[in-house]
């Protein structure tokens, strides 16, 4: 069986979250990691060329926040918020966002939100096969 990854865009402005979360993504093993970002206007740039399955999205970012991206984004991957601050988990349940990730990001949390993302993603593959 051929294994499908799920193809992911990260966007956080602080490296060593990046690090974290790159390790965090290896050891959960479903994502292929496509890119990484480091401030909002790239992103939009980003994810509308490379169409990215997930999208891993801090709030806090130079140029744009991540609610910014999210409205101006034409492509529509799963969206998963990541924040220090915890101001933003209401703003973020009311957008697209499939769950709220709190900084810094634990393996357990991010496992069940890349599960959560993995179920979403399979109805995707199915509904755009039929």
Same mark, same amino acid.
């Given at each position: 069986?051929?294994?499908? &990854?799920?193809?992911?865009v990260?966007? @956080?402005? %602080?490296?060593l979250? *990046?690090?974290?979360? @790159?390790? &965090?993504?290896?050891?959960?093993?479903?994502?292929e990691?496509?890119?990484?970002?480091?401030?909002?206007?790239?992103?939009v740039? *980003?994810? %509308?060329?490379?169409?990215? %399955?997930? &999208?891993? &999205?801090?709030i806090?970012?130079p140029?744009?926040?991540?609610?910014? *991206?999210?409205?101006?984004i034409?492509?529509?991957?799963?969206?998963?918020i990541?924040?220090?601050?915890?101001e933003?988990?209401?703003?973020?349940r009311?957008? @697209?966002?499939?769950?709220?990730?709190?900084?810094?990001?634990?393996?357990?949390?991010?496992?069940?939100?890349? @599960? %959560?993302?993995?179920?979403?993603?399979?109805?995707?593959c199915?509904?755009?096969?039929t």
């Amino acid at each position: 069986m051929i294994a499908i &990854l799920i193809r992911t865009v990260i966007v @956080e402005d %602080d490296l060593l979250a *990046v690090r974290r979360l @790159e390790r &965090l993504l290896g050891l959960i093993g479903v994502t292929e990691l496509i890119s990484v970002v480091y401030d909002g206007l790239a992103a939009v740039a *980003v994810v %509308d060329r490379l169409k990215p %399955d997930l &999208l891993l &999205l801090d709030i806090d970012l130079p140029k744009l926040s991540g609610l910014e *991206v999210l409205a101006r984004i034409t492509h529509r991957p799963l969206v998963v918020i990541a924040s220090a601050h915890s101001e933003f988990r209401a703003i973020a349940r009311s957008s @697209e966002a499939i769950a709220f990730l709190d900084k810094p990001i634990e393996l357990e949390p991010l496992r069940r939100a890349i @599960e %959560d993302v993995r179920l979403k993603w399979l109805q995707r593959c199915a509904a755009s096969a039929t």
